[in-house]
């Protein structure tokens, strides 16, 4: 047998078909998908060859991988770098699509699981670059940008709030190019949650800080430098008037026209970039982007 066959013949013998909808993985990663939530087991729906990369590459557990039947030059590029414990299945097409919620599937979904943090793995990190609390963010496309750019220019961490999406929601993950497996992300338990963190981080010393796109001090007046958690509401609504009592400081981002409202994921980013801007500059280090 010839390399270029011997390939393809090690995926068909690794890949098991299944032709029926009630098997136990398959009703595991379409309940994941439907609840955007871990499973029993704590593993988490993903989809998409490149999000299926970022999974690799960042290291997380495999439980089981499942390609679409037409799909099968896909198997052959990631089957080479996924451990041979995880599960590896062939599925029709039209199984495959009922399952993966996107439009247009790429041919792979997983089920994975991937590190879970806490508020202390966070406040450790304060001191590098600053907390994002999200509060109220339902579009999963904002939010995941929100995470990308916080890995980009060095957050401690998210902290989700009440009305914010799941972590676990298939676009966000989409929308956050894989930095959601890897950046500290932590949800609220109950509806105080996030007053409860907020005292919490003020009693470490962390500023407490929200964004805004008309009042407060301008963005590149504020001190970003030190250990802060900066709030980002939602576009509609804002930041509830509970959260905003325990605020030390209002940021603005000043705009060259009188635009209603940032997109909550682009303001994120602004105050980020920011941050970054200004720990870099103290430390006399260039920062470009590139």
């Known amino acids: 047998m010839t390399r270029t066959a011997e390939q393809p013949a090690k995926t068909q013998a690794r890949l098991r078909r299944i032709e029926g909808r009630h098997n136990a993985l398959v009703k595991t990663l379409r309940q994941a998908f439907a609840h955007a939530e871990r499973t029993e087991e704590g593993d988490c729906a993903i989809e998409g060859v490149r999000i299926v990369e970022e999974a690799i590459r960042s290291g997380l557990r495999f439980r089981a991988v ?33 399952v993966v919620p996107s439009e247009t599937p790429q041919g792979v979904a997983a089920l994975v699981r991937w590190k879970e943090f806490s508020l202390e793995d966070m406040s ?23 995470i990308r750019s916080a890995e980009a220019f060095g957050s401690a961490g998210i902290v989700l709030g009440e009305g914010t999406v799941s972590v676990f929601n298939s676009k966000l993950v989409r929308a956050s190019a894989g930095s959601v497996f890897r950046l500290p992300v932590v949800a609220a338990k109950s509806a105080g949650g996030v007053e409860s963190i907020l005292r919490q981080l003020r009693g470490q010393g962390v500023r407490l800080m929200a964004a805004s796109s008309h009042k407060g001090k301008p ?10 958690a900066v709030l980002i509401g939602s576009e509609g609504s804002g930041l509830p008037r509970g959260l905003m009592a325990h605020v030390d400081e209002m940021i603005a981002i000043p705009q060259s026209a009188p635009v209603e409202s940032l997109n909550a994921g682009v303001a994120a980013s602004v105050v980020l970039y920011e941050a970054a801007r200004q720990r870099r500059g103290s430390t006399g280090t260039a920062m470009s982007i590139g």
């Open 66 to 98: 499942f390609f679409k039947e037409s799909a099968q030059n896909v198997a052959q590029k990631l089957l080479p770098q996924i451990g041979a414990h995880a599960e590896t299945l062939l599925l029709p097409d039209r199984l495959f699509d009922a």
């Open 124 to 146: 450790e990190r304060v001191q590098v670059g600053p907390m994002i609390v999200a509060v109220g963010l339902q579009d999963p496309g904002n939010l995941g940008t929100t």
């Open 219 to 228: 963005i590149d007046q504020a001190n970003l430098s030190g250990s802060c």
